[in-house]
């Protein structure tokens, strides 16, 4: 049985989409859910749980993409998403590489949130559980992935802070050093 079923048709950034066997089973499964929470609302939910894998991927890509590096393959499985890109050069690359996941899904989970308060997710009929998905399911997707633990996005993550320390200590510095030159002439 082959795991990876590659998408036709379909690039991300320009690689290839793969799918693992697992996403039209747990689709299935949560689609088999209809019998509870009635058929619309099941397929809502798989095609929303689904969607924000794929953000999240096609955020990495589309930051690894505009680094000039190549996005050799974005992968979808039923429990996560893997996109591949060319090794990066710099760490603060791979960092940033890293915050493209996690800043696309808030593009999409920040408006879907507000609009649930300002309009009342039961006001939107249907179209609410998609809001709730993508809002608030969203957000609390971004926050686990970017917890500090291997195999997270968070692993690499949060070297932001020590690379933004030293960044701004560099700054410093060149600045200390430009301005005793500038008294100089």
Sequence with gaps: MRKWLRVRQVRIFGAPLYVH????????LLVSLS???????????????????LLHEAGHAFVAHRLGYEVEAVRLSGWHGRCEFEAPETEEHHV?????????QLAVALPMVTLAALVGRENLGHAGLAVAILGRTNLIMAAVNLLPVRGLDGAIAWRIIPLGIQWWRARRVAKRALSKFSRRS
Excluded: E
């Design 96 to 104: 940033m590489i890293v915050w493209g996941g996690v800043l696309a």
């Design 35 to 53: 019998f509870l929470v009635g058929p619309w609302l099941a397929i809502t939910a798989a095609v929303c749980y689904f969607a924000l894998i």
């Design 21 to 28: 066997w697992s996403v039209p089973l747990i689709a299935a």
